[in-house]
Nanobody
Framework: QVQLVESGGGLVQAGGSLRLSCAAS????????MGWWRQAPGMARRFVAT????????IIADAVKGRFAISRDNAKNTVDLEMNSLQPEDTAVYYC????????????WGKGTLVTVSS
């Protein structure tokens, strides 16, 4: 069992930056792929980024490529999402997730943290 708690969301102006963090509990964190998804108002949840258990591989969605970066610290049981050059269309609830395989379905989800980008 893995429990995930996101933090770092908030209100930021367009062009600004935010760093989201996800704290995980559970002994299997270091062996799991981790990722971030987001859900804008009235929209389906969409993939943002994912990282392999040993940080050797990442996948970043085209919509945020070059602006967002994902990283993890297995010693601290955390996975972060660095978001730069934020735009109003990045406004969404951001969810942390964990699963057994990079690019595969996720088994565990956090409750989300809201990011609002003002124009």
């Amino acid at each position: 069992q893995v429990q995930l708690v996101e933090s770092g969301g908030g209100l930021v102006q367009a062009g600004g930056s935010l760093r989201l963090s996800c704290a995980a509990s559970g002994r299997t964190f270091s062996t799991m792929a981790m990722g971030w998804w987001r859900q804008a108002p009235g929209m389906a949840r969409r993939f943002v980024a994912t990282i392999m258990w040993n940080s050797t591989s990442t996948i970043i969605a085209d919509a945020v490529k070059g602006r967002f970066a994902i990283s993890r610290d297995n010693a601290k049981n955390t996975v972060d999402l660095e978001m730069n050059s934020l735009q109003p269309e990045d406004t969404a609830v951001y969810y942390c997730a964990a699963g057994p395989n990079l690019g595969g379905p996720m088994d565990y989800w956090g409750k989300g943290t809201l990011v609002t980008v003002s124009s």
